[in-house]
C-alpha cells in the first residue's frame, strides 16, 4: 500500500515585517480557538433509505393526533356559546333541572333586563349574571 508524503511544513516568513506581525498576533492556540474541526465526509449528504414499519406507525399515531386535535379546535370555535354585547344578552346559569340559557337581542335584551330586580321575577344567581350581562351589553338594569 502506497503512503501519501507528508506535506512539507511552511515556511515561516523573515524580514522584519514578518517578525513585527509574529509579535503581534496572538498564540497558536487562540487562533484556532473559535474553529470548527469537522470530521471527514460531514458534507456528503445521507443515503435515503426507506422506513421501518414502527416508523411508519409512529408517524401515522402522530399525524393522527394532529388531525384530532385539529377538528377538536375547529369545533371547539364554531361552537361557543353567545357572549353579551352589542344590545344582545345571553346568560346560562345552572340550576337544579340543568343550565337554563336566558337569551335574547334588541326589545327581548331590554325587557329582560328591565325586569331584573322586579319582584317575582330573576332571582339569586340567574339575577347577578343578568345584571352583569345587561351591563356588557349596554342596558339598564334595574
Avoid at 408517524?59 to 344582545?88: D, R, W, Y
Avoid at 340550576?95 to 335584551?109: E, H, L, N
Amino acid at each position: 500500500m502506497a503512503r501519501w508524503p507528508k506535506p512539507a511544513a511552511p515556511r515561516e516568513p523573515t524580514g522584519r515585517l514578518a517578525d513585527l506581525a509574529r509579535a503581534l498576533s496572538p498564540p497558536r492556540a487562540l487562533r484556532l480557538a473559535g474553529v470548527l474541526i469537522l470530521p471527514p465526509g460531514h458534507g456528503q449528504p445521507l443515503p435515503r433509505r426507506a422506513l421501518t414499519r414502527r416508523e411508519r406507525g409512529i408517524l401515522s399515531g402522530v399525524g393522527a393526533l394532529f388531525a384530532a386535535l385539529v377538528i377538536a379546535v375547529v369545533i371547539s370555535i364554531a361552537t361557543a356559546e353567545p357572549k353579551s354585547g352589542h344590545g344582545c344578552v345571553y346568560v346560562s346559569v345552572a340550576s337544579s333541572m340543568g343550565a337554563q340559557p336566558y337569551s335574547g337581542c334588541a326589545a327581548r335584551a331590554r325587557s329582560i333586563c328591565l325586569g331584573v330586580g322586579t319582584p317575582g321575577t330573576y332571582q339569586g344567581s340567574l339575577q347577578r349574571e343578568l345584571i352583569g350581562a345587561c351591563r356588557r351589553a349596554g342596558l339598564p338594569a334595574r
